[in-house]
T-cell receptor, first 111, second 113 residues
Framework: GQQLNQSPQSMFIQEGEDVSMNCTSS?????WLWYKQDPGEGPVLLIALYKAGELTSNGRLTAQFGITRKDSFLNISASIPSDVGIYFCAGIKAAGNKLTFGGGTRVLVKP | DADVTQTPRNRITKTGKRIMLECSQTKGHDRMYWYRQDPGLGLRLIYY???????NKGEISDGYSVSRQAQAKFSLSLESAIPNQTALYFC????????????FGPGTRLLVL
């Protein structure tokens, strides 16, 4: 079963806002990956994290590998309409092991 | 050109039919994976292969089979399709090693009537 708890499940954004989402687990992971999926497309890798405590940015995106290795968060600064989509966290427990996915955070635009 | 391609992109079939979904990659990766995604859910692993002679079951392999014809090709078959196999199917590839990252294809949308 799913071992990664991702929250929130969905959120509304207003252009210009910062948004955050996180992923937690009761297990230790050695790698954390963050993906974005647009409707009808495959997940696209945003950020990869390989060391506990690591903080990595990709444009307006910043992700951190939690110090306990049991969590990770993703922050989007100054959101824009094209940030809409589903964001997935994924973890790998050991090199060569399988990827475990969170349930996803659906980001929507405030009406 | 896309590094990971899947064919077909969309498929409608009937219960009991055998179908095959194809995946090809030009990334030169050893490892390939098949996932399914159901509405509102994350991805679940069906089968994976770490090289041409290696095939492993994932968490939901029942009703599916795979073939790794070459390093670049990994096919998923539904021997006798059933309606609850209606889903989005994704192929992925990765390198081996400590800094492993998976790259996904565009997906195949399958509808079983």
């Amino acid at each position: 079963g799913q071992q990664l708890n991702q929250s929130p499940q969905s959120m509304f954004i207003q252009e210009g806002e910062d948004v955050s989402m996180n992923c937690t687990s009761s297990s230790i992971f050695n790698t954390w990956l963050w993906y974005k999926q647009d409707p009808g497309e495959g997940p696209v890798l945003l950020i990869a994290l390989y060391k506990a405590g690591e903080l990595t940015s990709n444009g307006r995106l910043t992700a951190q590998f939690g110090i306990t290795r049991k969590d990770s968060f993703l922050n989007i600064s100054a959101s824009i309409p094209s940030d809409v989509g589903i964001y997935f966290c994924a973890g790998i427990k050991a090199a060569g092991n399988k990827l475990t996915f969170g349930g996803g955070t659906r980001v929507l635009v405030k009406p | 050109d896309a590094d990971v391609t899947q064919t077909p992109r969309n498929r409608i079939t009937k219960t009991g039919k055998r179908i095959m979904l194809e995946c090809s990659q030009t990334k030169g990766h050893d490892r390939m994976y098949w996932y399914r995604q159901d509405p509102g859910l994350g991805l679940r692993l069906i089968y994976y292969s770490f090289d041409v002679k290696d095939i492993n079951k994932g968490e939901i392999s029942d009703g599916y089979s795979v073939s790794r014809q070459a390093q670049a090709k990994f096919s998923l078959s539904l021997e006798s399709a059933i309606p609850n196999q209606t889903a989005l199917y994704f192929c992925a590839t990765s390198t081996s090693g400590v800094q492993e990252t998976q790259y996904f294809g565009p997906g195949t949308r399958l509808l079983v009537l």
